[in-house]
């Protein structure tokens, strides 16, 4: 059983900064591909990066490409997500994810963390 818990989340002015981290328990995290979902109010859950088992592969929704960066420590059971030239339409909860392997579907990936909040003020 894996069990995901995100911090870092905030409010933060358009164009600054926040790294979101999920730490991991359980002894499967090193060979899971990891992920970050985003929901805004009002909206379905959407894809935002996902990280292969190894780190070696990585995938990102246009929308967020150039500006935010996925990372993963194995050793410290933990995937990241830096947010840079954060603009207000990134304001949303956002889930990280544990799955087989890299997909961009929610239901590619059978755990999840609780959320945390970021909000882009404009």
């Known amino acids: 059983q894996v069990q995901l818990v995100e911090s870092g989340g905030g409010l933060v002015q358009a164009g600054g900064s926040l790294r979101l981290a999920c730490a991991a328990s359980g002894r499967n995290f090193s060979r899971s591909a990891m992920a970050w979902f985003r929901q805004a109010p009002g909206k379905e859950r959407g894809f935002v990066a996902t990280i292969s088992s190894s780190g070696g592969r990585t995938y990102y929704t246009d929308s967020v490409k150039g500006r935010f960066t996925i990372s993963r420590d194995n050793a410290k059971n933990t995937v990241y997500l830096q947010m840079n030239s954060l603009k207000a339409e990134d304001t949303a909860v956002y889930y990280c994810?544990?799955?087989?392997?890299?997909?961009?579907?929610?239901?590619?990936?059978?755990?999840w963390g609780q959320g945390t909040q970021v909000t882009v003020s404009s």
């Open positions: 994810a544990a799955g087989y392997s890299i997909a961009t579907t929610p239901n590619s990936y059978s755990h």
